[in-house]
């Protein structure tokens, strides 16, 4: 709960590198997310080359962060690896979500940078990264150590609660 409820997007980082075995548990928690009938049609690159990573804020227009983030993960969906047609985004959604709480459980900052369904975005990521024509660009995660901090969001509204019916 606790890794949860302080989850905030995290868009400032200091330059203190992200070891490559945080980076591998990042993925280890994204690939226990769960999938439609355990599909899991994920697919991950790690990116960590300044050049690339300065290069998708000219088709990400919110994205600049990435400027200076140590490290990204960007998540795509593998239409080969779907049996269940158009459940991959919400299996990546699932995936990136959890990302994005390992990273608060370890100290890290980190944001959700969207990407699917932005024609512009997916088409300017898959020729940037050389994806194969099967594998969608789906979010982006700018990933670093926190330079700022921020109080946990609170947004619990029981008004958006229903039981039974409306
Ligand atoms: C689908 C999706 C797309 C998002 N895209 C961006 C983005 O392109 N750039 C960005 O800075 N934040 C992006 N965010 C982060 C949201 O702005 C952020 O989650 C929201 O403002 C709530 O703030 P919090 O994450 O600090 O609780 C995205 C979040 C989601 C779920």
Redesign the pocket.
């Known amino acids: 709960m606790e890794a949860i409820l302080t ?3 995290i ?1 400032k980082y200091t330059n203190q590198p992200v070891p490559e075995q945080v980076v591998k548990e990042l993925l280890e928690a994204a690939m226990s997310a769960p999938s439609a009938v355990n599909q899991q049609p994920w697919q991950f690159i790690v990116i960590n080359d300044r050049k690339i990573l300065g290069e998708i804020p000219k088709l ?1 227009p ?2 600049l ?1 990435l400027r200076a983030a140590p490290v990204a993960i960007l998540v795509c969906g593998d239409l080969q690896l779907e049996k269940m047609r158009g459940n991959w985004v919400q299996d990546c959604s699932a995936a990136t979500e959890n990302i994005l709480v390992a990273a608060n459980a370890k100290g890290l900052g980190a ?4 990407v699917y369904p932005v024609e512009r975005r997916v088409t300017g990521i898959k020729k940037l990264l050389d994806l194969p024509e099967n594998v969608i660009p789906f ?1 982006i995660v700018s990933i670093g150590y926190p330079a700022v901090k ?1 109080l946990p ?1 609170n947004r619990y509204d029981s008004s958006r609660i229903h039981y039974n019916r409306w």
């Open positions: 989850r905030r997007s868009r990400h919110y994205s962060m944001v959700w940078l969207g979010s921020k969001a």
